[in-house]
């Protein structure tokens, strides 16, 4: 039966199961923090059997306040191991079930998985008569799913400092392979506005200076940019060009649409929004400069005036950057367990690490959490086996970063202490 062959001693394969269960059938979907608050509370009663200091933080909402989970171990200071993770789901909360190694469940693959991940995890690290790393930190936010303004915040401030950060979401199923996240697109929004000159199509066709035609050369041109694989992307998201009165008056300009009117005017203004994903902050510089050239470049051209504005960054998480060592080390980790991870180095969607301090120097490993599929349906479901088989690697990870500096291509870069040792604390 499958149940010998779990890399999880019975007792605590049943607990987790039992947890996990018990998490998938409360409901907490962004926005309900009622639920997303017995979802902290029950995770709480099981960090604090580890000797975790558990805190359920009301922070400031929309007017309202927002529930986070802060558990910390004795000697979390300054510079704390941080593990990260989402207490609330997309959908509200429908009965879970379960066939064979499948969990069916709202929220079980993405996260609730992740955290029973971590008490089973811990609950191995006890069996084995192990502490978990003193300086440990794990933070649960209330609103990864939506907007995410608290989980931006809470990112960002509790990894200020941080050691490294393990990120507690879903892992990728590839074939008979399983992955890990070292790499996360950043992104930076820019809009371009075109101003041309307008002339009667009929009569003075050839003095006009068309914002639409620059617009769209200008598009053109900057969608060649992209490139497949590691490369950067561009993507024009709208394009808006007519005449200025269209153009800057759009609600009532829509009128024009379907009819006849100003069809005989060459456009004199254009603007295109959107944006560019990079995987490293110089390949994000280098592909808004080449934006910006372009547009320079039409400009004189065509004689229309092209100014590129930039809006906000995302910064990415570099898959060459500081975590590339630790996700090594883990996939090391797992292979001696018998267990073949493969690593995700451009996971396209914005998560957790891109929002950290400084994503790219603090040394991140993501996708920890149990392979699945259905995520955000009535279909999502967890793999139990693959939910045994990575609570046991993240025992086995927290054990070595008990004993390890996190390594880093510029060398170990800061002490912490060691279990019952004398560290700085505080
Ligand atoms: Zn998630």
């Known amino acids: 039966m499958a149940r010998s062959t779990s890399p999880l001693p019975d007792p605590i394969r049943e607990r987790a199961e039992a947890l996990l269960t018990e998490l998938c059938t409360i409901s907490s979907a962004t926005g309900e923090n009622e639920g997303v608050r017995r979802v902290a509370a029950r995770l709480a009663r099981e960090f604090s059997r580890h000797g975790l200091r558990c805190e359920i933080r009301e922070v400031p909402d929309n007017g309202s306040t927002s529930p986070v989970l802060v558990a910390s171990g004795p000697r979390a200071g300054r510079h704390p191991l941080l593990l990260l993770g989402h207490l609330d789901t997309v959908l509200p909360a429908c009965p879970p079930s379960r066939t064979g190694e499948r969990l069916v469940g709202t929220g079980a693959l993405d996260m609730k998985a992740g955290f029973v991940m971590l008490v089973a995890a811990l609950d191995l690290l006890a069996q084995r008569g192990e502490r978990p790393p003193l300086d440990l930190l794990v933070v649960a936010v209330p609103d990864e799913e939506a907007e995410g303004r608290v989980s931006e915040m809470a990112a960002r401030h509790f990894s200020s400092g941080a050691r490294a950060v393990l990120v507690l979401e879903p892992g990728e199923r590839r074939g008979s392979r399983e992955t890990l996240v070292v790499g996360r697109r950043g992104l930076t929004e820019w809009r371009l506005e075109l101003t041309g000159r307008a002339a009667h199509s009929g009569l003075a066709f050839w003095e006009g200076r068309s914002a639409l035609l620059a617009a769209a050369e200008w598009c053109g041109q900057a969608h060649r940019l992209s490139r497949p694989g590691r490369g950067a992307t561009v993507n024009m998201a709208r394009l808006l060009a007519g005449t200025h009165d269209f153009v800057d008056a759009l609600p009532a300009g829509a009128r024009l649409l379907g009819t006849s009117s100003q069809r005989n005017v060459v456009p004199d203004r254009a603007i295109v929004e ?33 100014t590129l504005n930039i809006g906000t960054t995302i910064q990415p998480v570099d898959p060459c950057g500081a975590g590339a060592e630790l996700v090594q080390r883990t ?47 009535r279909e999502e479901f967890v793999d139990l086996a693959s939910l045994a088989r990575r609570s046991l690697l993240l025992a086995d990870l927290l054990s070595f970063l008990c004993d390890h500096l996190v390594p880093t291509k510029k060398g170990p870069h800061r002490a912490r202490p060691r279990p019952g040792g004398r560290g700085k604390g505080g």
């Not at 995987?279 to 004689?303: E, F, M, P, T």
């Not at 301090?357 to 991140?364: M, T």
């Open 274 to 306: 959107g944006e560019t994903r990079f995987l490293s902050l110089a390949q994000g510089s280098r592909i808004v400069a080449r934006l910006a050239q372009l547009a320079d470049r039409l400009s004189q051209r065509r004689g229309v005036t092209a």
């Open 331 to 377: 996939v090391e980790l797992a292979a001696a367990r018998g267990f073949e991870l493969e690593i995700e180095d451009d996971r396209g969607g914005v998560s957790f690490p891109n929002f950290l301090a400084e994503p790219s120097r603090i040394p991140v490993v993501d996708g920890l959490g149990p392979v699945g599929g259905g995520m955000h349906t």
